[in-house]
């Protein structure tokens, strides 16, 4: 199965920030990398996916770049928001194996 | 319209008791998912299932059997309920098979067991 770490734990950053959260995963048969948000009181929820034919997404503030070599991918917030505050998680190839989850604040 | 949708949302109940969740899905996906998620929000799967066929068992005791009467539908029902029991359990489903599609996560249940 999947060896899947997610960096940092926690992140706190001011209104306007940006934020960026590491995911490393072990299976480099891995093809699929997603990132869901959960808020509280909530389910995960998908915000953004890439396949390994591409090396970056981009939707609006939010963006995911992959390193397949580095068996990496990153998910990158720009002009963060205090509702963008939630945990977010990445599960490759959606292997059940989620990551620990990053809980992120956004300080107004 | 609730894409994923569970029954209770809040569960509270003594200690050896016998409970139900209920999970439905009206996004026509042919794979179902239980979740267990902790108080530190460790997300560990628990059961998957496949057009009502168990695909996947976590590791899971005996005391939680999940049931699918149609694939639109999982339900998790627990026996002889442990204080470690407690925790937010989420259902969700996807197209296809495991790996490369979106899931889609109802709201959770939390259970608390006293």
């Known amino acids: 199965g999947e060896n899947v770490e997610q960096h940092p734990s926690t992140l706190s950053v001011q209104e306007g920030d940006s934020a960026v959260i590491k995911c490393t995963y072990s299976?480099?048969?891995?093809?699929?990398f997603p990132w869901y948000k959960q808020e509280l009181g909530k389910g995960p929820q998908l915000i953004i996916d890439?396949?390994?034919?591409?090396g970056e997404k981009k939707d609006q503030r939010i963006a995911v770049t992959l390193n397949k070599t580095a068996k990496h991918f990153s998910l990158h917030i720009t002009e963060t928001q205090p509702e963008d505050s939630a945990v977010y998680f990445c599960a490759p190839d959606n292997d059940m194996r989620f990551g620990a989850g990053t809980r992120l604040t956004v300080k107004p | 319209d609730t894409a994923v949708s569970q029954t209770p949302k809040y569960l509270v109940t003594q200690m050896g008791n016998d409970k139900s969740i209920k999970c439905e899905q009206n996004l026509g996906h042919d794979t179902m998912y239980w979740y267990k998620q902790d108080s530190k929000k460790f997300l560990k799967i628990m059961f998957s299932y496949n057009n009502k066929e168990l695909i996947i068992n976590e590791t899971v005791p005996n005391r939680f059997s999940p049931k699918s009467p149609d694939k639109a539908h999982l339900n998790l029902h627990i026996n002889s309920l442990e204080l470690g029991d407690s925790a937010v359990y989420f259902c969700?489903?996807?197209?296809?098979?495991?790996?490369?599609?979106?899931?889609?996560f109802g709201d959770g249940t939390r259970l608390s067991i006293l």
């Open positions: 969700a489903s996807s197209q296809g098979g495991i790996g490369n599609q979106p899931q889609h």
């Open positions: 890439i396949r390994s034919n591409v």
């Open positions: 299976d480099s048969a891995s093809n699929y």
